[in-house]
């Protein structure tokens, strides 16, 4: 079946660190890949997606490379901010030519980035 | 542009009491989600519908959960009688379509404590 591993946090940081989330998946065919966040109080917003191998999704600082050899879609951010203290979920959804794939998330990793 | 209505946005219970969420999605989206997510964990897909149709409630519970758009808009999400491994935050999203690169649209949430 599809599934999402992702690594357990939180992160903590110091603003203007080098920010990486481990994703890997587990996978039939060829899924698109996404990055959700979760900001305090607030519903998931998609922040980037990749939608075959080698793509680079890429948003507001963050990017993340669909590898398809290694099963990784990992998040980074050269410089992070206090304001992307969030939770991060990693997501799947197979593609197929019919018939509905549901979206399928990981646990989430919460990052605190402090001043 | 509005985003995913759900109300409440807090709601506690005892067991095998009922409760009901509601959902207004973004006008225009055919598709429309209902997602739990325990505490520590991803978001896990429920229900999703296509206009008033179901697509998909493989996860449901449904000896206890029931979902319903009737007129292919909003959607209520039901749990009677509720159980304590019930407590989660119920979140709706809503997308364009059904198809694998769709963007979902998420709402809030309703946090859920069953005591």
């Known amino acids: 079946g599809n599934s999402v591993t992702q690594m357990e946090g939180p992160v903590t940081l110091s603003e203007e660190a080098f920010l990486t989330i481990n994703c890997t998946y587990t996978?039939?065919?060829?899924?698109?890949l996404f990055w959700y966040v979760q900001y305090p109080g607030e519903g998931l917003q998609l922040l980037l997606k990749?939608?075959?191998?080698?793509d680079k999704g890429s948003n507001k600082g963050f990017e993340a490379t669909y590898r398809k050899e290694t099963t990784s879609f990992h998040l980074e951010k050269g410089s992070v901010q206090v304001s992307d203290s969030a939770v991060y979920f990693c997501?799947?959804?197979?593609?197929?030519?019919?018939?509905?794939?549901?979206?399928?998330f990981g646990t989430g990793t919460r990052l605190l980035v402090s001043p | 542009e509005a985003g995913v209505a759900q109300s409440p946005r807090y709601k506690i219970i005892e067991k095998r009491q009922s409760v009901a969420f509601w959902c207004n999605p973004i006008s225009g989206h055919a598709t429309l989600y209902w997602y739990q997510q325990i505490l520590g964990q991803g978001p896990k897909l429920l229900i999703q519908f296509q206009n008033n149709g179901v697509v998909d409630d493989s996860q449901l519970p449904k000896d206890r959960f029931s979902a319903e758009r009737l007129k292919g808009v909003d959607s209520t999400l039901k749990i009677q009688p509720a159980k304590l491994e019930d407590s989660a935050v119920y979140l709706c999203a809503s997308s364009l379509n059904r198809g694998s690169n769709e963007k979902l649209f998420f709402g809030s949430g309703t946090q859920l404590s069953v005591l």
């Open positions: 996978a039939t065919g060829y899924p698109s």
């Open positions: 990749a939608t075959k191998a080698d």
């Open positions: 997501a799947l959804r197979n593609q197929r030519n019919t018939g509905f794939q549901k979206l399928v």
